[in-house]
């Protein structure tokens, strides 16, 4: 197996709900609900699932911007959930995030120059000649130019605000990007270019991305193996093709089923999720998916579904229990 870059152990974020004037606490959110997967070095892991199944919270959990309530997060053997401010202010140099709405993740007052340079004055690299020197170089990369490191945020389109974006999350030379709906803001002819412009810089700088979006058919484009969650549980994770052609689990199936082909004589027949996505305040017994699974069984009710391995395939739920 290709080396690892990031194992992720039983993630869980429960947010606390509190009421009345002292706040006391009155039950949880299970953000995200003992979540566990891998990424291997130069790969792209793609994390899909409706608003609110935590997947943009997985992303924020893997950079320690909020901190878990149980599980490991270790990369490159360090465990990032253990770590001292110190340490992890160190390790934010080889994890940098791309963030879904470019415009509000850019300070409208400073300019792209000053944008970019950030990072680098926060870890301390290089002098102000090099710094410059490196805008100039990630400007080109994502296909601006070097007099845009002038010019403010409001000046660009959307496509181009994000290609600052991604310039800046490259200042530091990171080894992991987490991609958090990066081109779900965009219009549907500047996905594409995005997306080409990420598999370039991939390649280019041997990058490792987690792609986190809720539209499957962006997902596919880009990445290698993708997971799947549902009020905060990973319930399908496998190859790109694998998922794509022979998804397992129902809530899968049903999402892929509504991804448009682009054979107009192939003709699918979209699979209804039945009823409202539940709250992660109140979430499911058993499998959380069974208020609206079309082949719910009695014990989905009751017991949370463990995960299958059918080669590198995995898949939380019962009805694959051998
Ligand atoms: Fe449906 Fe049961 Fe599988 Fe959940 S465990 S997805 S309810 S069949």
């Known amino acids: 197996m290709p080396e690892l870059l ?11 709900i509190t009421s009345g004037l002292f706040g006391k606490k009155t039950g949880e959110v299970k953000a995200v609900d003992a979540v566990s997967f891998y990424v291997k070095k130069g790969e792209t892991l793609g994390i899909v699932g409706e608003s609110g199944c935590g997947k943009s919270t997985t992303g924020r959990l893997l950079m320690r911007l909020i ?18 401010k110190h340490e992890l202010r160190k390790i934010r140099r080889d994890i940098q995030m791309v963030f879904q709405d470019p415009y509000a993740s850019l300070n409208p007052r400073h300019s792209v120059q000053q944008i970019l340079e950030e990072p680098l004055i926060v870890h301390g690299i290089g002098t102000k000649e090099e710094r410059q020197k490196r805008v100039k170089e990630m400007l080109e990369v994502v296909g601006l130019s070097s007099y845009h490191a002038k010019r403010y945020p409001h000046q660009f ?7 600052i974006g991604i310039a800046r999350a490259l200042m530091t030379k990171p080894k992991l990007i987490i991609a958090d709906e990066p081109v779900s803001a965009l219009d549907v002819s500047i996905q594409a270019q995005v997306l080409n412009l990420m598999k370039d810089i991939q390649e280019e700088f041997k990058l490792t991305y987690i792609f986190i979006a809720h539209d499957l058919g962006v997902v596919r484009h880009i990445s290698d193996r993708v997971g799947v969650m549902y009020l905060g549980r990973l319930i399908e994770l496998a190859d790109s093709e694998e998922l794509y052609e022979n998804s397992m689990h129902p809530y899968t199936k049903a999402l892929l ?6 054979d107009p004589d192939l003709k699918k027949q979209p699979i209804l999720i039945e009823g409202e996505l539940p709250s992660p305040a109140n979430p499911p017994s058993g499998c959380a998916f069974h208020t ?14 463990a995960e299958h391995n059918f080669n590198g395939h995995y898949v939380a739920c019962h ?3 051998k």
């Open 257 to 262: 089923s509504a991804v448009p082909v682009p």
């Open 6 to 16: 990031l194992e992720v152990d039983g993630l869980k974020k429960y947010f606390p």
């Open 319 to 321: 009805l694959y229990n």
């Open 157 to 163: 389109s959307g496509g181009q605000r994000q290609r």
């Open 67 to 84: 901190e878990a309530s149980d599980g490991r997060i270790i990369f490159e053997d360090k465990e990032i959930t253990k770590m001292s």
């Open 292 to 305: 609206r699974c079309s082949q719910v069984m009695d014990i989905c009710k009751s017991s949370r579904p």
